[in-house]
């Protein structure tokens, strides 16, 4: 049995974006919260969810990210392709140590936004010169791309105040 050229590439394209559904090294993100944008009647509502993770090979630093989520009919089956606006802030939150070497633009995390081909990427970076890591978020679709990206940089910085700082938990309603 012979299968077409065009047939052939559909399925390795779509083996390709199935590998886009597992994250990369890092664990699930923690949710944060999820704000409504956009009421729906009968449907869930658009909303954005802010998301927080740690990166899996640089102890001592957590991102911020914060995607919109589809609503409607679609998004209540999980079928919608969702948008590539995407923004994150990183920060240093502890003493900073390396677990192991890496290259430059390292998959921190990875996530699907749409059925099978479209995928959010968090990606990290050295700028060797300022010792800063440097962290990148966009999504990337398998035939067009987005140029629509985040960036948030971490100053590699001593750590050690003898103040005990407060908790933000403890402020929340």
Avoid at 38 to 50: I, N, R
Avoid at 133 to 143: G, P
Wanted: glycine letters at 8%; proline letters at 6%; a positive charge.
């Amino acid at each position: 049995m012979r299968i077409a050229p065009q047939f052939a590439a559909v399925i390795v394209a779509a083996l390709v974006g199935f590998a886009g559904f597992a994250p990369a090294a890092a664990a699930e993100p923690d949710l944060i919260f999820k704000k409504s944008t956009v009421w729906k009647f009968l449907t869930p509502d658009d909303k954005l969810a802010t998301y927080g993770i740690d990166d899996p090979v640089v102890d001592g630093v957590a991102c911020h990210y914060t995607v919109p989520e589809r609503g409607g009919v679609k998004g209540m089956l999980g079928v919608a392709e969702e948008v590539s606006d995407i923004s994150i802030a990183c920060r240093q939150i502890g003493p900073i140590s390396f677990k192991a070497k890496f290259e430059q633009g390292d998959v921190v995390y990875r996530e699907s936004r749409s059925l099978i081909f479209k995928k959010m990427q968090i990606v990290r970076g050295c700028d060797a010169k300022r010792n800063v890591l440097v962290y990148l978020v966009y999504t990337d679709k398998l035939i067009d791309g987005s140029p629509k990206n985040s960036t948030s940089t971490v100053p590699i910085m001593p750590w050690g105040a003898t103040n005990e700082a407060l908790r933000c938990a403890d402020f929340l309603k």
